[in-house]
């Protein structure tokens, strides 16, 4: 079992950059596939990027491919998401998550879930 808590949130302008984190307690972290989703008002929880549990291995969804970019510290059982050139559209609340076996786009596969940080872009 493991449990998330995410930090690193607030409120930015279009075009800033923000880092946001991901703290995980429990045992073998490093089994863990582990995933950034965020949900905006009003809107499904939607996929952000995952990591594989080494770290050599990323999917991003297309809305972010480029300007995100998912990392991982196992020793310091962190994960962190790097947002450069944000936009108003990328305000959402952003969730930490992990699962056992292959990553997945699908939020239902995963088993653990943080209580979400706030970003907020401005125009």
């Known amino acids: 079992q493991v449990a998330l808590v995410e930090s690193g949130g607030g409120l930015v302008q279009a075009g800033d950059s923000l880092r946001v984190s991901c703290a995980a307690s429990?045992?073998?972290?490093?089994?863990?596939?582990m995933a950034w989703f965020r949900q905006a008002p009003g809107k499904e929880r939607e996929f952000v990027a995952f990591?594989?549990?080494?770290?050599?291995?990323?999917v991003y969804a297309d809305s972010v491919k480029g300007r995100f970019t998912v990392s991982r510290d196992n020793a310091k059982n962190m994960v962190y998401l790097q947002m450069n050139s944000l936009k108003p559209e990328d305000t959402a609340v952003y969730y930490c998550?992990?699962?056992?076996?292959?990553?997945?786009?699908?939020?239902?596969?995963?088993?653990?879930w943080g209580q979400g940080t706030q970003v907020t872009v401005s125009s």
């Open positions: 998550a992990a699962k056992r076996g292959i990553g997945t786009e699908d939020r239902r596969g995963y088993d653990y």
């Open positions: 429990g045992r073998a972290f490093s089994s863990y596939f």
């Open positions: 990591i594989s549990w080494s770290g050599t291995s990323t």
